[in-house]
């Protein structure tokens, strides 16, 4: 039973594996392998339709590239399955072929009883060899060192290598067939070294063939890697984008119905103006009628009947004026109607589009009572417009361009700011702070503020609280008082600019003109956001729907454009491109300001100009 396990196993076993047939598979060429060793043989090669046969090289058709689908050899899976079966008896003593083996010595090449076991480990010329338990030998886990035996003198081991045929021999069979058939043979060990050269050889250049591939496929995974950077980058920016261009559109939604509500505002103004000048008519009319009336109620005689033929003539000359004329309210409406929405006008440009109808056209140009001496402006509540003089007093202005009244002639003015109230809040050019009541009789109020000398000069404007704030050029600060004067409440640096102009669009931001730019600061002073145009001098103003328009000076050439923007300082549209206006004679000092009513008033310093929109 041994030798038939020996033999059987050694016939049994796979080339490729050299362990027992694990689901043998036989090619066209009756060769068989187990089949996991085709699969892989399988996968090395790029054509899956055939495969070739590691011993004679024949190709063998794959049924649907599937090694599995391949002939079974079933009488050598049987043979396998017995051999698996069978337990090795030993065969060192010979007094009972089925003792069964216990274990195998690798350098005897033995399978030994339990008897023989303990004998063997007490001969000393053995001591060393190495014995091996049967029970890891059948469980796979120990394989047994290939001993060799001549197909032709099976007792003898094999010594040599004929390497024209290709197979191991005795040195009988060496001697006398293969060397007198003229074939050349090597010693086995001769050989087996050579073998092992070469599969080192190969093991190593395995070993770098992995390394490199190994490293190529790290480089994909780099260049996976990067790959997906890249495509998060190109996510991003298209996200980045997106919310920009929705920005932007949102931005110019947001800016074209402020356009809107500024006209509706305007043209609602108008029509308030008619309106209650109507409505005051009726009400003098009905005055008049009342007192007449009256006349009614007794008999009238000498005083009493002069007075009342009197008042009967003024109402027959106030019913005889002509009725309320509908042109005027209807020409509003009409130019309103001029007023259209164009989508996507401009080109290569990210906008819904823009208004059109209206244009802006200089209503008045008026020469100021005084020759270069302008350095202030500023919007009076009962809506004229107020122009301080550093040469003494304050022009006010109506929408016409009239000059109503000359007030404050004796003072040197810097700045002017009205509060809610119709109160006036003068700084002079000495840099004192006075409060006047709207009648312009100075009242008994004390500012602590800088002198010229260490504060310099700087704007003032007015929030909606009537907190008055005070730009310094020299410290780059600006103060803030209450209306009741004193000393400063509170103080904001002005983050490197100079608070040459002030005003405040709404509660918690403000608009400063310094220098070459135009600046929005918080309410701490910290910057937010800046405009500044190249080759251009900027000068802001404030509207009364807290946008902010922007008159951008070319002084050398005496050209004036003049655009609307947010409280944020993005850009709304343009208003007047290029107006020419008189060079001043020395100053280049300006001021923008809107009036109660809507209307643009720029002023130089020495002239006034008025633009009105139609």
């Avoid at 599969?199 to 490199?212: C, F, G, Y």
């Avoid at 980058?233 to 074209?256: C, P």
């Avoid at 810097?414 to 702070?433: A, H, K, P, T, Y």
């Avoid at 001021?591 to 020495?606: K, P, R, V």
Wanted: hydrophobic share 30%.
């Amino acid at each position: 039973m041994t030798e038939f396990h020996q033999i059987s196993s050694q016939n049994l076993e796979c080339p490729i594996c050299l362990t027992l047939f694990n689901q043998p598979k036989s090619l066209t060429c009756s060769h068989t392998f187990c089949k996991d060793c085709l699969q892989r043989i399988s996968q090395t090669r790029s054509d899956q339709e055939t495969i070739s046969c590691p011993i004679c090289r024949k190709e063998t058709p794959l049924p649907s590239g599937d090694v599995e689908k391949l002939q079974t050899n079933v009488l050598l899976s049987s043979l396998v399955d017995e051999v698996k079966t069978k337990s090795p008896t030993c065969t060192v003593c010979e007094m009972d072929e089925n003792l069964p083996a216990v274990s195998y010595c690798q350098d005897c090449g033995k399978y030994m009883c339990e008897s023989c076991e303990n004998g063997h480990s007490l001969w000393k010329p053995v001591s060393s060899h190495e014995v091996v338990p049967m029970s890891e030998v059948l469980s796979g886990k120990v394989l047994l060192k290939r001993r060799r035996k001549c197909k032709k003198h099976p007792s003898e081991d094999v010594e040599c290598f004929c390497t024209g045929c290709q197979e191991y021999a005795c040195l009988r069979c060496g001697m006398l067939t293969h060397l007198q058939a003229g074939h050349q043979i090597k010693e086995t060990a001769v050989h087996e070294e050579k073998l092992m050269e070469n599969i080192k050889e190969l093991k190593n250049k395995v070993i770098s063939k992995r390394t490199s591939i190994d490293n190529h496929i790290e480089f994909i995974e780099t260049q996976r890697n990067e790959i997906t950077n890249l495509m998060t980058r190109l996510n991003d920016d298209i996200d980045k984008t997106y919310e920009e261009y929705m920005q932007i559109l949102s931005d110019n939604r947001e800016a074209l119905k402020s356009q809107v509500k500024h006209w509706s505002e305007k043209f609602e103004k108008e029509l308030q103006v008619m309106q209650e000048e109507s409505r005051r008519t009726i009400s003098h009319m009905n005055a008049m009628e009342e007192l007449v009336t009256n006349s009614m109620k007794v008999p009238l005689e000498k005083d009493a009947l002069l007075a009342h033929d009197t008042l009967c003539e003024n109402l027959k000359s106030f019913l005889g004026r002509d009725d309320p004329d509908n042109q005027s309210p209807r020409g509003v409406t009409e130019r309103a109607g001029k007023i259209s929405f164009r989508r996507f006008v401009k080109v290569n440009e990210l906008c819904l589009g823009e208004l059109k109808g209206y244009t802006w056209h200089v209503k008045a140009e008026i020469e100021l009572p005084r020759e270069d001496s302008m350095n202030c402006m500023t919007r009076v509540p009962d809506g004229k417009m107020a122009v301080g003089s550093f040469k003494g007093g304050i022009h006010l202005y109506s929408p016409d361009g009239e000059l109503q009244q000359t007030v404050l002639k004796g003072l040197s003015l810097v700045n002017i700011g009205f509060l809610s109230d119709g109160r006036c809040v003068v700084r002079d050019v000495e840099n004192e702070m006075s409060l006047y009541t709207p009648q312009w009789g100075k009242l008994d109020v004390t500012f602590e503020t800088m002198n010229f000398a260490e504060g310099g000069l700087g704007g003032l404007t007015v929030d909606r609280d009537d907190n008055i704030y005070v730009g310094y050029g020299t410290p780059k600060i600006i103060l803030v008082f209450k209306r009741q004067g004193g000393k400063a409440v509170r103080y904001m640096m002005c983050d490197g600019y100079t608070p040459k102009q002030l005003f405040f669009p709404t509660k918690g931001k403000l608009i400063l003109q310094a220098a070459s730019a135009v600046v929005c600061l918080d309410g701490t002073g910290k910057k937010q956001n800046v405009f500044k145009e190249e080759g251009m001098i900027p000068y802001p103003a404030v509207c009364q729907d807290d946008s902010v328009i922007v008159a951008l000076v070319k002084h050398e050439e005496g050209l004036v454009r003049i655009d609307r923007y947010t409280s944020e300082l993005k850009h709304v549209h343009n208003l007047i491109t290029d107006f020419k206006i008189q060079i001043p004679a020395s100053s280049c000092d300006y001021s923008l300001q809107e009036f109660e009513n809507g209307q643009i008033a720029f002023c130089t310093s020495d002239r006034l100009y008025i633009f009105d929109a139609i």
